[in-house]
């Protein structure tokens, strides 16, 4: 039987996904819970529609984040933080706080799409990884300087 599903079911397949499963699986497991409905010629229309306006929206999204990939390209973060005599500061700069300042700079990136080697520790000039999916990244660079003492 085929069915379109609602929400994602485990080892089934996720949101929005057309399906073929056992008679009395939908019956008596998907049906009930709203997980699924049965894949009618009125529904598939629907579902096929959806999914043509789906792929518009994704293609769109894409071109958004090549050019937000293009923009972050060139952009140089700037901290400055108290540190040592040994040029390591204290605490660390992380991907959390690199996302806080491109939220100054006017860019709005997930904490978790930065990627650091390892948290920044030390002063000096470091790279971090802005990753995007489907194979687009940008790097940025980060510069680490001492804090003025006045």
């Not at 390209?73 to 540190?83: D, N, R, Y």
Request: proline share 1%.
């Amino acid at each position: 039987m085929k069915v379109i599903l609602q929400k994602d079911v485990k080892d089934v397949g996720k949101i929005g996904e057309l399906v073929n499963v056992s008679m009395g699986y939908a019956r008596n497991y998907l049906f009930p819970r709203k997980l699924a409905v049965q894949a009618t010629e009125k529904r598939m229309k629907e579902w096929e529609h959806l999914q043509k306006v789906a792929q518009i929206q994704k293609k769109k999204a894409a071109a958004q984040r090549m050019s937000l990939v293009e923009k972050l390209g060139g952009v140089t973060v700037q901290f400055k933080v108290k540190a040592a005599e040994t040029e390591r500061i204290f605490g660390s700069i992380t991907n959390g706080d690199i996302s806080n300042k491109l939220e100054e700079l006017g860019y709005s990136i997930d904490k978790r799409d930065i990627h650091l080697e390892e948290p920044i520790k030390v002063l000096g000039q470091h790279l971090a990884t802005v990753k995007f999916g489907e194979g687009q990244q940008a790097e940025l660079k980060v510069l680490v300087e001492r804090e003025s003492e006045s």
